[in-house]
């Protein structure tokens, strides 16, 4: 039973770094609509520049910083270059765009600052410790309180400020959201700038955990299920359908994997997430979609 | 899967008529590229034909299905990779245990069950769209190659379950040399592009852009939406999978489920986007295009720096490119580089402008 409970926790806190990641992709779709195929690039662009910052000799608060305003720069320049000429293109256009952004920022990042593995050390031991009956890695702990206290900054953000206002009103309706006179392009840059945060967040836990390389472009891959569980438009939704990303796919690879022979934690998610589409597409908390004609 | 082997000739004659110019028939245009293609051996060496033009082929066949249904019908899918890979599982499955049938026809069978697997993963597409119909693509990405790596079955239980081609030959002739498989991929991909080029001015066509431009308008006008993208699934897996057995049996010679990963489905979508969605023409465009493309950035680099850039760095900057055009060719002119040539040829003006029509008759 406690090797049961130890799966499903673990499973659980590795779902919240899935929902880190995922928490990217809902505040760029909330705000303008676009899938960004581009938010795994984005997490290696701001990890690469931490670790080689740090690598230099800089301070972990310089470093952060610095790393910050790189993260910053790309949104206003990604808001200008890309996004401005392509308002009012298919949804299909944006995301294949920003499948060509992700190029641009995965070969741009490795180009400037190699492609080789770093290992990136946060002060945090990654070894398990003992709650109660069960082992529990520190760093995915570590990982769910920053998910926590970055949904807890982000949900203040949206309810308290003017710009988390505009920005609902932008996600609830953009026509009248215009009408009103809320700046749609600033608003995208300072969307696409927080979500660059997000992923710095998401870039150092995942670095910390894998070491910062190429692979961390991957953990789209892992998010996509998430989203489609929690609902696109939900930044709760995007932490519910981690933990239930994470749990299940954890459980299946220990229960699963030996009636099928393998790893089978390569599609599970993916399996599950499909389950999810047949029955309620519009995922947990996501809004429904009205299509009008 | 009535709409592939829908007669050939007498639409496209049809369609000449109409057209009133006996010159620039699709399926003609076709021919002659492919006898010019048939002589190219003449003069280009074995390089050239295993590394240049066999992939070329292939890929711009694996365009062509991605592009029936996305281009066509608006149904986006990663999965190419998967299907490219049922289709060559497949096929090397029925040439290892049924020896008796001709290439041909294995090759078929391969294409028939890699449609199958289509359909069973296009099926989620009528209840959803967009990015959800991504996911559920993705989901075959990576169930299906997760599947060929996990059961030695499908690769007849070889160390690392890797696949060879088994001896290629067709009518006592053996394809196995760079000249017999280049035919038989230029043969394959020539009489697929005539066939695609009827189906998607076929009735058959005309539903799936009908379905792109508005489902709901479609089903009004009484176009059986559910079957024609499930259609549209059978007929672009089809493709997919006998792209993958040439990808693998003419191309690589030897191959694993790895070869046919997400980057192969990303690769074949850079075709479409490139060389155009909508647009048969268009996929040869782009699969010469990023095949050629790295080639060339090494030469120039090469001759420019020596040997001072290693080639980790040209790859990124060779990503780069590949990544500011795509998103330069979606802001300037979405329907491809295609489109790009017809506009220049436009403005020249010496081309007569029927092929224009012609081409635009398919655009979105």
Known sequence: MSFFLETLVGGLLAGVMYALVA?????????????????????????????????????????LAIALVVMVALAIVVERIVLRPLINRPPLTLFMATLGLSFVIEGLSQFLMGASVHELDLGIVDVPIRIGPILISQLDLAAAASAGVLVLALSLLFSRTRIGISLRAIADDPQAALSIGIRLPSLWRIVWGVAGVVSIVAGLLWGARQGVQFALTLVVLKALPVLIVGGFTSIGGAIAGGFIIGASESLAEIYLSPLLGGSVSNWFAYAVALVFLLIRPSGLFGEKAVERV | MSSVTEPTLPLSAISARRFGDLHWT?????????????????????????????????MSLAGIGLNLLMGYTGLASLGTGAFMAVGTYATYNFLL?????????????????????GVVFGLPSLRIKGFYLLATTLA????????????????????????SAPRLAFLGRDLTG???????????????????????????GRNWMAIRDMDTAAAVIGIPVAANKLLAFAVSSFYCGIAGALWAF?????????????????QVMFVIIIGGMGSIAGNFVGAAFILLLPILIDHLAGSAFGNLIEAGQLENLQKVLFGGLIIYLLIKEPAGLTALFG?????????PRRADALAHSSDQ
């Open chain 2, 140 to 163: 075959a990405q990576f169930f299906l190659e997760w599947l060929f790596n996990q059961y030695g079955w499908f690769s007849n239980y070889s160390t690392s379950n890797s696949i």
């Open chain 2, 250 to 266: 003419a191309y690589l010679g030897t191959v694993d489920a790895r070869s046919f990963n997400l980057d192969r489905s990303f």
């Open chain 2, 26 to 58: 699709p399926a003609r245009a076709v021919l002659i590229g492919a006898i010019a293609l048939a002589f190219l051996p003449l003069f280009a060496g074995e390089y050239w034909l295993n590394a240049v033009l066999i992939p070329f082929l292939v």
């Open chain 2, 343 to 351: 506009t220049l040829r436009r403005k020249l003006g010496f081309l």
């Open chain 2, 178 to 204: 760079p000249l017999g498989r280049y035919y038989l991929t230029l043969a394959t991909a020539a009489l697929l592009t005539i066939v695609a080029i009827n189906i998607v001015r076929s009735q058959t």
């Open chain 1, 23 to 63: 928490i990217g992709f809902v505040l760029i779709y909330k705000a303008s609509g676009v899938f960004n195929f581009a938010q795994g690039a984005m997490v290696l662009c701001a990890a690469l520049t931490f670790v080689t910052l740090r690598e230099q000799g800089l301070s972990f608060l310089t470093a």
């Open chain 2, 97 to 117: 245990r049924v020896p008796e049938l001709p290439l041909p026809i294995s090759l078929v069978f391969g294409g028939l069950i890699a449609a199958g697997a």
